[in-house]
């Protein structure tokens, strides 16, 4: 997959491949977003995602929009740099839940730095996961 779009391979929509995350993944919070993953064999697309904007948080449906447009921008323009190299490093894929956790609308610039902090995290604990998986080979 080439360009920095979205691809449909690249969201997370299988019923029980979420239920999965929920169940079996670890979790890591960076206010306002919290990300539940899971990792997996090597797949199609590198990591899938899926974004979730509480009703319960933001009750007006056009502030939901907003916040997902933005965690979708901030994921799109950092998972090549932050993500990606190391889960093809790994060999795995990661199943990936933004759930948002504040009650108020949020600037960009504060969701793009916690986009950053949470995929240095999951990149760290697939290099990790890799790290340790090595020994026995």
Same mark, same amino acid.
């Given at each position: 997959?080439?360009? #920095?779009? #979205?691809?449909?391979? +690249?969201?997370?929509?299988?019923?029980?491949?979420?239920?999965?995350?929920? $169940?079996?993944?670890?979790?890591?919070? $960076? &206010?306002?977003?919290?990300?539940? &993953?899971?990792?997996?064999? +090597?797949?199609?697309?590198?990591? %899938?995602? #899926?974004?979730?904007?509480?009703?319960?948080?933001?009750?007006?449906?056009?502030?939901?929009?907003?916040?997902?447009?933005?965690?979708?921008?901030?994921?799109?323009?950092?998972?090549?740099?932050?993500?990606?190299?190391?889960? %093809? %490093?790994?060999?795995?894929? $990661?199943?990936? $839940?933004?759930? &948002?956790?504040?009650? +108020?609308?949020?600037?960009?610039?504060?969701? +793009?730095?916690?986009?950053?902090?949470?995929?240095?995290?999951?990149?760290?604990?697939?290099?990790?996961?890799?790290?340790?998986?090595?020994?026995?080979?």
């Amino acid at each position: 997959m080439q360009g #920095l779009r #979205l691809y449909k391979a +690249e969201k997370l929509c299988s019923r029980t491949a979420i239920e999965q995350v929920f $169940a079996q993944g670890r979790g890591t919070i $960076a &206010y306002p977003l919290r990300a539940v &993953y899971d990792f997996g064999a +090597e797949g199609e697309a590198p990591a %899938q995602i #899926l974004i979730s904007i509480p009703k319960k948080k933001i009750r007006p449906a056009v502030r939901r929009v907003l916040l997902r447009r933005r965690v979708r921008e901030a994921y799109r323009l950092l998972r090549r740099s932050a993500l990606h190299p190391a889960l %093809q %490093q790994g060999h795995v894929t $990661a199943h990936i $839940a933004f759930v &948002y956790l504040a009650n +108020e609308v949020v600037d960009y610039h504060v969701i +793009e730095a916690k986009m950053s902090t949470l995929l240095a995290r999951i990149a760290q604990d697939a290099a990790s996961r890799q790290s340790t998986a090595s020994p026995c080979d």
